[in-house]
């Protein structure tokens, strides 16, 4: 098992700035990917951005340019860097991190971290 501690949210105006972080701990496995995904109400989760353990990124469109991932092996935490925010990047953040093996993945889930952007 994999337990993911999530931390770095709030409430913030339309072009202020935020960061996540997201901490792993347990069962640890060296080939994985750590990310964000979000949910909005109403709506159904969607990629925020991912990073490998490798160094790779994978930016959602509607955040590129904006929001910047970056992560530390040596802590296994992943962080979520988000800027220039708009109403709607309001949402549910979850902390995602994925065990990559030769032929299938294994994914857990954060509790999820609440944005809000609002003036």
């Known amino acids: 098992q994999v337990q993911l501690v999530e931390s770095g949210g709030g409430l913030v105006q339309p072009g202020g700035s935020l960061r996540l972080s997201c901490a792993a701990s347990?069962?640890?496995?060296?080939?994985?990917?750590m990310g964000w995904y979000r949910q909005a109400p109403g709506k159904e989760r969607e990629l925020v951005a991912t990073?490998?353990?490798?160094?790779?990124?994978n930016y959602a469109d509607s955040v590129e340019g904006r929001f910047f991932i970056s992560r530390d092996n040596a802590k296994n935490t992943v962080y979520l860097q988000m800027n220039s925010l708009k109403p709607e990047d309001t949402a549910v953040y979850y902390c995602?991190?994925?065990?990559?093996?030769?032929?299938?993945?294994?994914?857990?889930w954060g509790q999820g971290t609440q944005v809000t952007v609002s003036s």
């Open positions: 990073m490998s353990s490798g160094g790779s990124t």
């Open positions: 995602l991190y994925t065990k990559v093996y030769s032929y299938s993945h294994q994914d857990y």
């Open positions: 347990g069962s640890i496995f060296s080939r994985n990917h």
